[in-house]
């Protein structure tokens, strides 16, 4: 692997509030190279979209960034002004949300929001502007886009609706894109459609996706490696194949086989006990412990070091690597 | 075969959706109505779990509530072991599990409260104290729970709270909607397992509704399909997910991403699901259907054998097994 | 000492200590309230027994003025009544008055607000299109009328007497639009929400749902509008007060005080409408402060 294109090393955010500061990241670390899909995967509250925003410094108040860098094609962008930080989240990072209504302007037409959005990064003259943006509707499966071109968002169904905003995300040819629970608002039957599109384009367009989630089922179709999160760290990461098939950390494992099979028959879903703690009462040592089968004393003492076996690493000092 | 505890007739659902009257009249507009639920029949048997999947506006969650008397009807009729539902549901016979564990408690009572009102309905004066605490235990909470919020709990204690107010008053059907969709899979996990434990001790009848095929898969005994407002197909699990009839069945199947046997690169479904306000004619599927042909644009298929739709009779009567 | 703990420990609390501008004014409100609840203890004179009052004493200036007698702390008027214990007992009738008909309001237009949003249709329509019509008039309009109404019901004879009555009725039936309206919105979106349909399932009837379910979820913007609204009575009170259809001067409210005390004005007796002046519009600007930092504190969405 060369120069990876997105490193991000021992990341921390933490909410100032009245009862003190509560870590909601800490030490959170990976990179991506060029053109891959990375799916962060965790239940909620596990820091995985507060981990996508503090890429693209979007991190509500009372939150801030308190350790580590985030280094983006070979610069800190983690200690970037604000303005700097806009130019590059409009032309290098693309970003979906998992609501397309929030990222569409509901007094534009879907043809002036595209142009606006491809003349402010890219040297283009109005003509040429429409034009790619006709095309980039095309790319994304609109049909008849030059007539669509006029259409106000709310003209549109949810999963048009998640097109138009991942045309929006590729309108300046970013490297990046960071994809936050793209599908969620969709309905099954659409939410394949959107899958597919996002790894098509992810390929034609050479960039890199984010693509964070907290279904199992859309990071196995579209990642190719996955970081799994749990309590505000990465526990493990590696191949999507190899996470899913033999997973390492015992939180991944109790995390697959809780999840219900389409195609086979079990009585009982392994079920991991109790719930992630709470972003102020997580325990000293790895939070996992309290839940965890294989927990021992010595577990609870320090945050366990991510164990690295070929590709994949994981948090836990307990399991041997597979 | 067991009997039918609550039997469902031609049932319909319509929801006004209309302009005011005097907008209508300015733009000259007729009333419009949602098409939630279009005459669909189906029984539940006593004892079994019957599972229904759609995806929005497929009308699973009105017909549900239907079944427990919390809406009413448009047309046709629904009968609680031959009685009025209504009634049934006075006798507190009937209950229901709600999707979001954090509007389906009042935040300003204490649990305690909550799962002991059913008791107090009743009339089961006793010790409502006691019974509470050994219904707490039953879902796996502790009797000293019986004092806090509901805002001290996470989303799957407050679901083990609304479940254990369901079956407080001893009720013999449970319509559980998308009982674990606000919550996380590993919550989940331990929802649906508590679920199919008290289902069997307890000798309950749940009509179990979600959008997941593969929480439907785990749950259900028999699952009915519906797409639109109309229930497309009906089969027992095994069944369906071995052989699936009908073509929205069968792409619902495929699209599910599978983290245990993920798939690339498949054609998905084409389209998306229609307004119920104005759903196409004929067979409502037809527009999204590989196999659609003319008589399925203008005839609306019925359910047959336990599949709606008239690809599958041209072609089926002569391979299939009759019944299903 | 449950409950107490978690008053203490409550965000509401914290956001309290957090704005000098509500301590400052919840300080005011209290201290008045505490002179208007323990006015016949504390204050000097007791103004209404005409015994203890000498038209000697009348005119006397504030007591840092020259000619000041140092028994009138604030000046005396024109019957020789101390200014000081007139305001204590004074905001006593306007607290009183304020009290009385929020708290009538409330009670009309939370119970009618909640039947209207539970039940919908023509009840609703019923109600919201008379909240409707009354909103075209200013409450100071709606106060006057029924005041006058009542005053021509009753008779001036059977009036004397029953002035406080008549200014609650009066005050209280021209401010329930704003409660009806509100616990309305709020039962709308709640009636719609699935513990209301639990309750329903377990067979509780429409009225135990409304109150024991619905109410106490929907009282929380009402606390915030009857803040405000008694800061808004405070005020319709004194002026109905000053526009002489309130209470007598022989029972006289912070607004009457004001009102007798004008005819002194130009004549430079200044302090005889001056404090009482001072105090009622401290008293309502404190009570409107509170309001607004509790409507602050409570939206979650400024949280």
């Known amino acids: ?322 | 075969m067991s009997r039918a505890i609550l039997s469902v007739q031609n049932a319909r659902r319509l929801f006004d959706v209309s302009k005011p009257w005097l907008e209508r009249r300015l733009s000259g507009e007729g009333r419009r109505y949602v098409h939630a639920v279009e005459e669909i029949s189906l029984d539940i048997l006593a004892g079994e779990t019957l599972g229904l999947v759609g995806e929005s506006g497929s009308g699973k969650s009105t017909l549900g509530r239907m079944t427990v008397g919390l809406l009413a009807p448009t047309a046709g009729h629904i009968a609680f072991e031959g009685g009025e539902v209504a009634e049934a549901a006075r006798a507190g016979r009937l209950q229901m599990i709600f999707q979001d564990p954090f509007a389906s408690l009042n935040p300003r009572w204490k649990v305690v409260d909550i799962v002991g009102e059913p008791l107090l309905a009743r009339g089961g004066g006793g010790d409502v104290k006691q019974r509470v605490a050994e219904l707490l235990t039953l879902v796996g909470l502790s009797p000293v729970d019986g004092e806090k919020y509901p805002h001290e709990f996470s989303g799957g204690q407050r679901q083990r709270i609304a479940i254990a107010r369901a079956i407080a008053g001893e009720p013999d059907f449970i319509v559980a909607d998308e009982p674990t969709s606000a919550l996380d899979v590993s919550v989940q996990a331990q929802i649906l397992n508590l679920l199919r434990d008290l289902q069997r001790r307890l000798g309950l009848t749940m009509l179990f509704i979600t959008h997941n095929l593969a929480v439907i898969r785990h749950m259900a005994d028999r699952v009915g399909v519906m797409y639109l407002g109309r229930l497309v197909e009906i089969a027992p699990t095994r069944e369906l997910f071995a052989a699936p009839r009908h073509p929205y069945t069968r792409m619902l199947i495929e699209a599910i991403p599978d983290p245990h046997a993920p798939k690339r690169d498949r054609a998905p479904i084409s389209g998306e699901i229609p307004s119920p306000i104005d759903p196409p004619p004929g067979c409502a599927f037809h527009p999204r259907c590989p196999l659609a042909f003319d008589r399925c644009r203008r005839e609306l298929p019925k359910l047959i054998g336990g599949v709606a739709c008239h690809a599958v009779d041209e072609v089926e009567p002569r391979t299939a097994s009759p019944g299903g | 000492m449950n409950r107490l703990r978690r008053i203490l420990g409550s965000d509401l609390l914290w956001s309290f200590t957090r704005s000098p501008g509500a301590m400052i004014a919840a300080t005011v409100a209290f201290g008045l309230c505490l002179c208007a609840l323990f006015a016949p203890l504390i204050a000097p004179q007791n103004p209404f027994d005409l015994a203890s009052l000498d038209l000697m004493d009348a005119r006397d200036p504030p007591v840092w003025l020259s000619g000041g007698d140092h028994r009138f702390l604030l000046g005396s008027d024109s019957q020789g009544r101390d200014i000081l214990s007139a305001i204590f007992f004074g905001a006593r009738i306007s607290i009183g008055v304020s009290l009385a008909s929020v708290a009538l309001a409330l009670v009309i237009g939370v119970s009618l607000g909640l039947v209207a949003g539970y039940f919908g249709g023509r009840v609703e329509a019923i109600v919201m299109r008379a909240a409707d019509v009354q909103l075209t008039f200013p409450a100071i309009l709606t106060a006057l009328l029924i005041n006058g109404a009542a005053r021509a019901v009753l008779g001036p004879g059977r009036v004397a007497g029953s002035e406080f009555w008549v200014l609650v009725i009066s005050i209280g039936l021209s401010f329930w639009v704003q409660y009806a309206r509100t616990v309305r919105a709020s039962t709308l979106v709640e009636r719609h929400k699935d513990y209301v349909a639990a309750a329903r399932l377990i067979g509780a009837s429409a009225p135990r749902i409304m109150f024991t379910h619905v109410l106490p979820n929907v009282l929380g913007p009402v606390l915030v509008i009857a803040t405000i609204n008694l800061a808004l009575a405070i005020i319709t009170e004194a002026t109905l007060s000053f526009l002489g259809v309130g209470l007598p001067p022989s029972q006289p409210s912070l607004g009457t005080l004001v009102r007798t005390g004008n005819d002194y004005l130009m004549s430079g007796e200044w302090w005889i409408v001056f404090f009482p002046g001072v105090a009622l519009a401290a008293l309502a600007l404190s009570v409107n402060i509170i309001g607004d930092w509790l409507r602050d504190a409570l939206n979650p969405r400024l949280r």
């Open chain 1, 1 to 322: 692997m060369s120069e990876p294109l997105l490193e991000v090393d021992r990341l921390g955010v933490e909410f100032v509030t009245r009862h003190g500061d509560l870590r909601a990241l800490d030490g959170v670390s990976f990179s991506m190279a060029q053109g891959e899909i990375l799916g962060l995967v965790g239940e909620s509250g596990a820091g995985k979209s507060l981990t996508g925003r503090a890429i693209i410094g979007l991190i509500d108040q009372p939150g801030r960034i308190c350790g580590g860098t985030i280094t983006f094609e070979g610069r800190r962008i983690d200690n970037l002004r604000s303005a700097d930080l806009r130019k590059l989240r409009g032309k290098r990072i693309g970003t979906i949300f998992q609501d397309p209504l929030t990222s569409l302007d509901p007094l534009q037409r879907i043809g002036d929001q595209l142009v606006e959005t491809i003349r402010a990064h890219l040297p283009l003259n109005a003509a040429q502007a429409r034009e790619k943006a006709i095309a980039l509707l095309g790319e994304v499966g609109l049909p008849a886009a030059a007539d669509r071109m006029r259409a106000w968002p709310h003209e549109f169904s949810g999963g048009m609706r998640q097109r138009v905003v991942i045309a929006l995300a590729l309108a300046c040819d970013p490297s990046l894109l960071i994809a936050d629970e793209p599908t969620t608002a969709l309905d099954v039957s659409v939410q394949a459609q959107i899958i597919a599109l996002l790894r098509r384009l992810a390929r034609a367009h050479n960039a890199s996706v984010l693509l964070v989630t907290h279904d199992m089922g859309v990071i196995a179709e579209a990642a190719d490696r996955v970081a799994v999160m749990y309590a505000g760290r990465v526990v493990e990461i590696g191949p999507v194949a190899d996470v899913i098939a033999r997973p390492w950390h015992p939180y991944s494992r109790g995390l697959m086989g809780s999840i219900p099979s389409l195609r086979e028959e079990v009585d009982r879903l392994t079920q991991i006990p109790g719930a992630m703690p709470r972003i102020g009462a997580r325990p000293e040592g790895c939070a996992y412990a309290p839940r965890c089968p294989k927990a021992e004393p010595r577990c609870r003492m320090a945050a366990p070091p991510m164990i690295e076996a070929g590709p994949r690493a994981a948090a836990c000092i307990v399991e041997p690597a597979p």
